[in-house]
């Protein structure tokens, strides 16, 4: 199965749904990059009136997770996933629609490969940033993900 952006959406609806409830959305996913979008609501902001930071941390997870879901589907390995770790930093208040972007698949293209080959579990690194419609980045978040082919 091609994985696409409304195939990921209906996937959030029914496994994920805080995040659907939320905004979260897929715009675009292709070989190397993933792009997210969340706006700013009543249902998912915080009492300062921004976005809640784990609604960020949803969008960025996806960025991730997605690319990493797509890489190992075309490996054709059954390889497991797991976010073993991951860190945040906040700059600007969340407002408006803010739109999440990981583009480092080659990163995982190494580390399913490096898995492949020694049979041990990989760890890689994925930084996902939120940029608002100004174009004024308002959070970074950075996920370890850990990969073992089973």
């Not at 690319?67 to 770790?85: C, D, T």
């Not at 408006?96 to 080959?117: H, L, N, W």
């Not at 579990?121 to 073992?148: A, C, M, P, R």
Request: hydrophobic content about 40%.
């Amino acid at each position: 199965m091609k994985i696409s952006p409304s195939k990921l959406n209906t996937f959030l609806m029914f496994k994920l749904p805080a995040a659907y409830f939320t905004g979260v959305r897929t715009k675009q996913i292709n070989d190397t990059t993933c792009v997210v979008s969340v706006k700013h609501r009543w249902i998912n902001q915080n009492p300062f009136n921004s976005m809640f930071w784990a609604v960020q941390g949803m969008a960025a997870e996806l960025t991730t997770g997605a690319l990493v879901i797509k890489k190992i589907r075309e490996s054709g390995k059954r390889i497991s996933m797991l976010v073993a770790n991951n860190n945040a930093s906040f700059t600007k208040k969340a407002t408006g629609r803010i739109t999440f972007k990981c583009d480092e698949g080659s990163k995982i293209d190494e580390a399913i490969t490096r898995a492949i080959e020694t049979g041990k579990g990989q760890t890689v690194w994925l930084n996902s940033n939120g940029i608002n419609s100004d174009g004024v980045q308002v959070s970074s978040f950075n996920f370890e993900w850990t990969l073992k082919v089973k």
